[in-house]
């Protein structure tokens, strides 16, 4: 059975700091792996998706990378920003199944 | 980009009641949909996967005549809590998956509370 961990369950930074959250997986057949976030209360808003033949996706100041093998993904924030400041899940999905098995999520607070 | 929708985005019923929650994919036909359940400080946990026109597949631990679950349309599938009761109480989220994309495009979530 899938399960995934995040580390740290929780995190303070000031503003314009660059950060980076730790997500691991227990079984490296994946399909792909998503980083979302979730505001207080809402539903989730999906950042990057990579695939599990990819290394990497960029989108504005967030960078993930995924190394399948080793069963771990970063997300790297740049230039973090009071905005940035929500929960952050990691989710993977199996091959051959679309099915997510999700982490706890590392809350995050940017601090002006 | 894909757009997902749920009604009501906050009810509270009474126990013994039942309560229908409703995902809508908006600007897309979605041929899986999936349910979800998380309580305070948890992650999602799949309660049960969605096909347009078939039965739906639920999780271990799931109860199905609880959680009755009806995907009459490839863009709508419809959640109902069966005789709720307090611990019912959660935050149920809906995604929807896009063809052959393995994407999920989740809804905002619907927060239930029964007393």
């Known amino acids: 059975k899938q399960e995934v961990t995040q580390i740290p369950a929780a995190l303070s930074v000031p503003e314009g700091e660059n950060l980076v959250l730790n997500c691991s997986f227990t079984d490296s057949a994946i399909y792909n792996l998503q980083w979302f976030r979730q505001d207080p209360g809402k539903g989730l808003t999906s950042l990057l998706l990579?695939?599990?033949?990819?290394r990497e996706q960029t989108s504005g100041r967030l960078n993930a990378s995924l190394d399948k093998s080793s069963g771990r993904s970063t997300l790297y924030i740049a230039a973090s920003q009071p905005g940035d400041s929500a929960t952050y899940l990691c989710?993977?999905?199996?091959?051959?199944?679309?099915?997510?098995?999700f982490g706890k999520g590392t809350k995050l607070s940017v601090i002006p | 980009g894909a757009v997902v929708s749920q009604h009501p985005s906050r009810v509270i019923c009474k126990s013994g009641t039942s309560v229908k929650i409703e995902c809508r994919s908006l600007?897309?036909?979605?041929?899986?949909m999936f349910w979800y359940r998380q309580f305070p400080k948890q992650s999602l946990m799949l309660m049960a996967t969605?096909?347009?026109?078939?039965?739906?597949?639920?999780e271990q631990g799931v109860e199905k005549d609880k959680f009755l679950i009806n995907h009459a349309s490839l863009t709508l599938s419809t959640l109902t809590v069966t005789s709720a009761h307090p611990e019912d109480s959660s935050f149920y989220i809906c995604?929807?998956?896009?063809?052959?994309?393995?994407?999920?495009?989740f809804g905002p979530g619907t927060r239930l509370t029964v007393t």
């Open positions: 989710a993977v999905s199996g091959a051959g199944s679309y099915q997510l098995t």
């Open positions: 969605s096909n347009e026109g078939s039965k739906a597949t639920y």
């Open positions: 995604s929807a998956r896009v063809g052959a994309d393995y994407e999920q495009y």
């Open positions: 990579i695939q599990s033949s990819q």
């Open positions: 600007d897309f036909q979605a041929t899986t």
